[in-house]
């Protein structure tokens, strides 16, 4: 199997306290791993972990097998959209991607591609300050897309979008991992990640549960919400 995002025993102290310690769970080409958890669980830690933003006190997290930090041109391996990463409220939605694409260093073309894939391509010209929320997200997701790389690391991708666009992002989902990529995907929205990802990873501070989301859902009688609840519980 190959594996595209890997964390061996990712640990990271805030002051005296670590956010997250001894995470280990790997992220294999073709699936979608969600990763849940209570808030300040550890979760964004952990996705800013395996992206370079923040450094491990001690254990690592790797994609393709290296520090991100360490690729060459990050974007076309790994795209990411993490809470806090903010556009530019005066530019178009075009003219993002257009910086994000040039940033990313790809040869090829994909910003209306792109733009088409996440159904922005009738608000392309709107300046970002313009947008819903829901549009927003999908500008984020956009600018993650247009490196064209395997693997995503979303922060609540979910957050903002009405039920039409959660269902484009469930189908965007598993279309992105059928074609042999992966997602790293934090989300609060049980009932929907249920629907997405092929394994799942509850976390706080350490990792509760990992498994596939058939073995979550059986733990909790045929639910990830009640699985989520009494691993929760158990951990008290
Ligand atoms: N920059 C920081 N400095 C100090 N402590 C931090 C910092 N960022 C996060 N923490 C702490 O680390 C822990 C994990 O926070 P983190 O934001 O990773 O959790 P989370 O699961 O993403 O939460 P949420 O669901 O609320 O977004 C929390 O106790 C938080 O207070």
């Known amino acids: 199997m190959t594996i595209h995002a890997s ?16 995470l280990t769970f790997d992220v294999p080409a073709g699936q979608v791993v969600g990763l849940i958890g209570p808030n300040g669980a550890g979760k964004s830690t952990a996705l800013a972990g395996l992206t370079g933003l923040v ?8 994609v393709f097998g290296v520090d991100y930090r360490s690729l060459r041109r990050p974007a076309g391996r790994v795209g990411v959209n993490l809470d806090g990463m903010d556009v530019e409220p005066g530019l178009t939605g075009r003219r993002h991607l257009q910086i994000c694409q040039l940033a990313a260093g790809v040869d090829s073309d994909n910003v209306e591609r792109v733009l088409e894939q996440v159904d ?23 600018s993650a897309l247009v490196g064209n790389p395997q693997l ?25 991992a059928a074609a042999g990529g992966s997602a790293l ?28 989301l ?12 009640a699985a989520y609840f009494k691993i929760l519980a158990g951990a008290q």
Do not use: C
Not at 152 to 176: H, T
Not at 191 to 206: F, P, S
């Open 152 to 176: 995503l690391v979303l922060d609540e991708p979910a957050n903002g979008l009405d039920p039409e666009g959660i269902q484009w992002l469930r189908r965007f989902l598993r279309e992105f």
């Open 214 to 225: 058939e073995e979550a859902k059986t733990l909790g009688g045929g639910s990830l919400e």
């Open 185 to 212: 995907v934090s989300s609060h929205q049980l009932m929907e990640l249920e629907q997405v990802a092929d394994q799942v990873v509850i976390l706080k501070q350490t990792v509760l549960f990992r498994g596939t």
């Open 55 to 62: 450094e491990a006190t001690s254990g690592r997290a790797t």
């Open 120 to 142: 922005l391509a009738g608000e392309a010209n709107k300046k970002v300050r313009d947008y819903s929320l829901g549009m927003k997200q999908r500008l984020g997701i956009a």
């Open 7 to 22: 964390f061996e025993q990712f640990s990271k102290k805030r002051g005296t306290r670590f956010a997250v310690e001894g």
